[in-house]
């Protein structure tokens, strides 16, 4: 793997999401330095940047104040978001399909990343940032609407909008929606295997993080043409995802362990 070539926009972000991970404590630049094995020289210029932007407050001893906040709205670190690409690619290769994460923002999902489809006989409009109605009450819409349970889904959404996924996409009742969202509640896997109206049949699962928050879809996408085993072949994209699932928890759990040992150096949410 080639080596990152770390620039001074790298160095800006370490040293911001070092002082968001301190907290309201004042921490001095020496410390920065050290804990983050960045030059004093180049730790001074960005703090010197900082405080004359107004997002840092400088004591005469040289302590930091913050005066920012930075946060991520999906919490994925550089670390998580490496595995998860490597770990698209590996599956990808392995079972020529289409792996794609998607994230939640307000009432849409939105395609964070997806591999290429091999060899594809049908075309997948979903590139990276394609955005698509949660509305629709496809696999990754019933996983997610099932978490935030039907009382928040009702006060959230109009309850009267769900439509199904599908060739049809006909629209679906309040009390029939309800008994779908509600029928996800207690599955970490789901599927559309018929597909949907453009002919593409997903597989997905939820990843949460360590608390059981929320953080993203993990999608198998791939042309919904007949196979000869559709039992066969519905268990082994569930062993995918179980797979994948496992792999990324590991991951959440070993970066929340490493904050835990380094406040300092904790991932920011």
């Known amino acids: 793997m080639k080596a990152k070539i770390v620039g001074p926009s790298d160095r800006l972000l370490e040293v911001m999401e070092y002082l968001m991970a301190t907290g309201p404590e004042p921490v001095k630049q020496v410390q920065i330095s050290r804990d983050l094995g960045i030059p004093t020289a180049t730790v001074n210029r960005i703090v010197r940047t900082l405080a004359e932007r107004g997002y840092l407050f400088q004591t005469s001893e040289k302590y930091c104040v913050p005066n920012f ?10 670390s998580y978001l490496s595995v998860l690409s490597d770990l698209m690619n590996e599956i990808t290769s392995a079972h020529k399909v289409s792996v794609e994460a998607v994230v939640v923002t307000g009432f849409d999902l939105l395609w ?15 590139e990276r940032g394609f955005r698509r109605s949660l509305y629709e009450l496809d696999a990754m819409s019933r996983l997610y609407l099932s978490r935030l349970g039907w009382d928040e889904v009702s006060y959230r959404f109009f309850t009267g909008g769900f439509f199904k996924s599908g060739l049809e996409m006909g629209g679906i009742a309040p009390l ?4 779908i969202i509600e029928g996800a509640s207690s599955k970490a896997f789901d599927y559309d295997f018929d597909g ?9 699962t939820i990843i949460e993080d360590e608390s059981g928050k929320f953080l993203h879809l993990l999608s198998i996408a791939e042309a919904a043409v007949p196979v000869r085993d559709k039992d066969e072949h519905i268990a082994e994209m569930r062993g995918v995802l179980n797979h994948a699932r496992d792999v990324l928890k590991a991951q959440i759990n070993a970066e929340a362990t490493e904050s835990l040992h380094h406040p300092n150096l904790k991932i920011v949410k």
């Open 196 to 204: 949907n109206h453009v002919g593409v049949r997903r597989f997905a």
């Open 176 to 179: 029939e929606a309800r008994r």
């Open 69 to 78: 906040r930075l946060i991520r709205n999906v919490p994925m670190s550089e």
């Open 112 to 126: 964070h990343s997806r591999t290429e489809l091999p060899n594809a006989s049908v075309a997948i409009r979903a």
